[in-house]
């Protein structure tokens, strides 16, 4: 196996860092697209948990302007990223790497959130929480998307 091989894994595992439900959802809409998967997927192939997965991202970019949201690194959020990131890093990764791409994305995922929180912070004090919420949410679901465009194959091929 290269380190070439899990590049998805660890970029996935980026975008976890500042939305944890965007690399589930984004691979949730792709699987409903037709696309499939180069390693094993885990829950996200069963309706119940793949609509779910996309709901939840809906909810989380809603609720991350909340003046009430929590940052994103206390314990919750972080579990949340590091389950996300290693489901969809071991989805993203080859087939028979599926642990190391999870192992990646969760060791890119966790300590970038904090990165992420820190230039989330700096750009709230600038021009507001609602503001630099949406551009962020723009980055880092356009992040995710490509991420998983470039990585999954039709189903057909």
Do not use: C, H, N
């Amino acid at each position: 196996m290269q380190i070439r091989s899990l590049i998805s894994s660890a970029l996935i595992g980026a975008v976890a860092s500042a939305r944890s439900m965007t690399p589930m959802a984004t691979i949730a809409a792709a699987r409903l697209a037709g696309r499939q998967t180069p390693g094993k997927l885990v829950l996200l192939g069963r309706p119940v948990i793949k609509f779910g997965a996309l709901a939840m991202g809906v909810g989380e970019l809603l609720g991350d302007k909340m003046k009430t949201a929590p940052d994103r690194t206390v314990f919750l959020g972080l579990l949340a990223r590091v389950l996300s990131a290693g489901i969809a890093g071991a989805a993203l990764a080859p087939r028979g790497s599926e642990r190391a791409g999870a192992a990646v994305a969760v060791a890119t995922a966790v300590p970038l959130a904090y990165l992420t929180l820190a230039g989330r912070k700096r750009a709230m004090a600038q021009i507001g929480q609602t503001r630099s919420g949406l551009i962020e949410d723009a980055l880092i679901v356009a992040a995710g998307a490509a991420v998983v465009a470039l990585t999954m194959r039709s189903k057909q091929g």
